[in-house]
């Protein structure tokens, strides 16, 4: 498989985000999704279903890094973006990686991690963390619990769990 081993902090945009790096424990790289990218530091990874966002989120990030002056900043993350572009293209397909969430579990498999936390991807439809959008339900998000299942079931060989909500009750929590 891939050439990463070890932990990695799989960070998404659900609404449990912040109290789920709270909790997290651990001290593995991180990979972002989507807009997390812009203010996570240190950040190894980030993936993203939308390539046309990386100009504005990386302007932001290189601000966001100018501002913080320190070792963690100059971090800079491996882009990884489902549907081609410019960016490092990752082919995933269909039900096994209907959005960012799943699409970026599959990706920590495939690069090799033996320990993948997911934060922030609670997949119950109670929306996204950043205020604006955090009473928008995600009803969609719900319909994505049968291929969490199927990729419990048939790829991710224990590796993926999660601190919180629907992802939790199918993948586990850490231990």
Not at 111 to 124: H, N, T, V
Request: aromatic residues 12%; glycine residues 12%.
């Amino acid at each position: 498989m891939g050439r990463y081993a070890g932990e990695l902090l799989v960070v998404s945009t659900g609404h449990t985000v912040l109290t789920d790096l709270a909790a997290y424990k651990g001290s593995g790289q991180i990979i972002a999704i989507k807009e997390v990218g812009m203010t996570m530091f240190p950040c190894h990874h980030w993936f993203s279903c939308h390539n046309e966002f990386w100009p504005g989120w990386l302007a932001v990030r290189d601000q966001q890094a100018r501002n913080l002056r320190s070792e963690v900043a100059d971090i800079k993350p491996v882009l990884h973006c489902k549907q081609g572009g410019n960016q490092l293209p990752w082919p995933i397909n269909g039900a096994w990686g209907q959005d960012s969430g799943l699409s970026a579990a599959i990706l920590a498999v495939l690069l090799g991690y033996d320990r993948i936390i997911l934060a922030g991807m609670p997949a119950d439809g109670g929306g996204h963390y950043y205020p604006w959008m955090y009473r928008r339900a995600n009803e969609h998000v719900q319909a994505y619990l049968p291929a969490w299942a199927r990729l419990y079931n048939e790829f991710f060989e224990g590796k993926v769990r999660s601190l919180s909500g629907n992802t939790r009750d199918i993948l586990g929590a850490p231990n």
